[in-house]
Nanobody, 127 residues
């Protein structure tokens, strides 16, 4: 069982920044894919960003590309989501998701391929 601990959500003004963190309980030398998804009230869950254990490649939804940056701490199972130029449309519950495999680029955008999920952290952006 992999436990995911998210932190860093909160309230920001439009144009501001927040940084989310996700710490996974797995050992850092194992393969994994870690993604961020979000769900706004009344909307479906959507992919935000993802990163895999053993490459530097990162993946983003078009809606956040150029504003959000996903990164990982070398040797640790902690992944960050730096969110800049926030917009009210970014308001959502943000979930960290983890899978014990290196998902291919098409699959890492789909929540169903991730086996483990965090409890979510709320991000609210005011206009």
């Amino acid at each position: 069982q992999v436990r995911l601990e998210e932190s860093g959500g909160g309230l920001a003004q439009a144009g501001g920044s927040l940084r989310l963190s996700c710490a996974a309980s797995e050992h850092s030398n194992k393969r994994y894919t870690l993604g961020w998804f979000r769900q706004a009230p009344g909307k479906e869950r959507e992919f935000v960003a993802a990163i895999r254990c053993c490459t530097t490649s990162t993946y983003y939804a078009e809606s956040v590309k150029g504003r959000f940056t996903i990164s990982k701490e070398f040797g640790q199972n902690t992944v960050y989501l730096q969110m800049n130029s926030l917009k009210p449309d970014d308001t959502a519950l943000y979930y960290c998701a983890y899978d014990k495999s290196t998902l291919i680029s098409n699959n890492l955008r789909v929540g169903g391929y991730y086996a483990y999920w965090g409890q979510g952290t709320q991000v609210t952006v005011s206009s």
